[in-house]
């Protein structure tokens, strides 16, 4: 793979990663959001015993089960387009280098 060909490839793995960024950004931050704090509210209702009262670890684990459904669901969606974007780059790709002639008629490559 020439240096071209191997930043062409990284430029539409990066270019995939960011789509991939927005588009949770627009679709999946209050989802996320949502089941990562309900996560934590059944990880808190499993510790403290349910109903569970407004306290300041319950409060911890709610916020930390959201943070944690972010952070999960935003990276699963930046690797995501990062393989769509290299998908791209490998479809896109044009097959086997040929050395030219200067005539502009294709040379056999050498075995």
């Excluded at 990066?14 to 960024?21: E, F, N, P, W």
């Excluded at 349910?50 to 306290?55: R, Y």
């Excluded at 290299?86 to 479809?91: H, R």
């Amino acid at each position: 793979m020439t240096t071209t060909r191997k930043n062409t490839s990284r430029t539409f793995t990066l270019v995939g990663a960011g789509i991939g960024l927005a588009i949770f950004l627009a679709v999946g931050l209050l989802p996320s959001i949502l089941y990562g704090g309900y996560a934590g509210v059944l990880l808190a209702g499993g510790i403290f015993g349910t109903p569970v009262d407004a306290s300041f670890a319950v409060r911890a684990f709610i916020v930390g089960g959201m943070v944690v459904g972010v952070a999960a669901v935003a990276s699963f969606s930046a690797v995501l387009g990062a393989v769509g974007g290299a998908a791209v780059a490998a479809l896109t790709r044009s097959g086997k280098d040929v050395p030219v002639a200067e005539a502009g008629t294709p040379v056999e490559p050498k075995p």
